[in-house]
Every structure is written in C-alpha cells, then in structure tokens.
C-alpha cells in the first residue's frame, strides 16, 4: 500500500503570508498527486492535479511542484478565504487503491 | 453547474445496512471519462475510499470493506448508491460522492457530504 505523509497537520499563518505544505509518498507514484481544499461542511475542491496542474478557476496564488517522493502545495499571499484544511491525494487505477494525506488545517 | 448531492438515513442501528444516493444535477453520468466513487471520513480520521463504479460498468471496492459494501449506479437517472451491510459504530463517518475524472486521476467534483452515525 501506498503510504502519504502529510505535513504539518496544523500550519498557523496570517493574511499576505507565503505557506508550504509537503505530502511523500512511500512509492513512486509518478505524477498523479492532487491537491484538496476543505470548508467544514462543504464539498472539497480540487485545486491541483498531476503534482502541479491547476485546475480551471483556481487562483494563480496557489502552486504545486514535486521532487522526487516530496509534492509541495504553495499559496503566495494567503486570503481571508484559503482558511482551510488541505489534503493531498494519490491514485493507481489498477488494483485501484486511493489514499490520501491526513490533512493541514490552515488556520488564521 | 454540475453537482453531486447525496441523501439518506442519517443514524443507522448497529448490524443493520447503510443506504445513500448520490445524484448529480446539471449533467449527464453517461458521459464518457468519468468514474463515479464514494469516499468517507469517520470523525478525526483520514478521507479512505469505499469503492467505485466505473463508465463501462463494473464495480471495485477497498479490499478492507469489499465483504459488507454494494455500489450500484442508476445512469437513466442521474445517480449512484451505496449499501454497507452489518455497520458497527467504526462506521460511523461522513460519507462524501465525488466524479473521478480519469485522465486527471483527480476527483473534480465532490458532493458536501453526509453524516452517518450508527447507534441503537
């Protein structure tokens, strides 16, 4: 199984700030890393996809990159409304298996 | 706008099934490129995946759950369900539908979820 370790759980950062937040992965899993954002109560938003592809409507404030086993989710110049929790998330189609990472509570 | 929204009990008795849908609004399931998945969070836990089922058919379900978990999908009307039978406290969880979009190997859509408690 393909473990992702997520860091930190718990990132506290104010308006304007630069924030990073780091999944690894167990295994090589190529590219296929994504990035989630979380409202209590409300459906998760893709933000990224393949470790750095921004999904259509997100801020150009928000990044991803990888290197090697190490997938980086960046937001430059933190808004009142990227006060969430972030998870990270990997997927293999065959045996399919999904995990995903514990999550970063972002708070203000 | 495309959307998922799931429904169904909301406290399940222990040993008895766990029954939700998932029906999307704003489009069609019988569109290509998409797999249909359920996912859950029990409370202070990690999102783990249930199961799928998939554009062509067929169904593949979390090997730690395949013995209590049916998902099954009603194309014609928009929807997809799922039945876990024999439920315990362990799965008590907010249970979430999301669209799978297969090139991105990403869940482009997800439902706000819904939480199900089993207790007597």
């Known amino acids: 199984d393909i473990q992702l370790t997520q860091s930190p759980t718990f990132l506290s950062a104010s308006v304007g700030d630069r924030v990073t937040i780091t999944c690894r992965t167990s295994h090589d899993i190529n590219t296929y890393l994504a990035w989630y954002q979380h409202y209590p109560g409300k459906a998760p938003k893709l933000l990224i996809y393949?470790?750095?592809t921004l999904q259509p409507g997100v801020p150009s404030r928000f990044s991803g990159s990888r290197t090697g086993g190490e997938f980086t989710l960046t937001i430059s110049g933190l808004q009142p409304e990227d006060f969430a929790t972030y998870y990270c998330?990997?997927?293999?189609?065959?045996?399919?298996?999904?995990?995903f990472g514990q999550g970063t509570r972002l708070e203000i | 706008q495309l959307q998922l929204q799931e429904s169904g009990s909301g406290l399940v008795k222990p040993s008895q099934t766990l029954s939700l849908t998932c029906e999307l609004s704003g489009g069609s399931m019988s569109r290509g490129g998409y797999s249909w998945i359920w996912i859950r969070q029990p409370p202070g836990k990690q999102l783990e995946w249930i199961g799928y089922t998939y554009h062509t058919g067929g169904a593949d379900y979390n090997p730690s759950l395949k013995s209590r978990v049916t998902i099954s999908v009603d194309r014609a009307k928009n929807r997809f369900s799922l039945e876990v039978k024999s439920v315990t406290a362990a799965d008590t969880a907010v249970y979430y539908c999301?669209?799978?979009?297969?090139?991105?190997?990403?869940?482009?859509?997800w439902g706000p979820g819904t939480l199900v408690t089993v207790s007597s």
């Open positions: 393949a470790a750095s």
């Open positions: 998330q990997q997927l293999n189609s065959y045996p399919p298996e999904i995990t």
């Open positions: 999301a669209r799978e979009n297969v090139l991105l190997k990403a869940f482009d859509i």
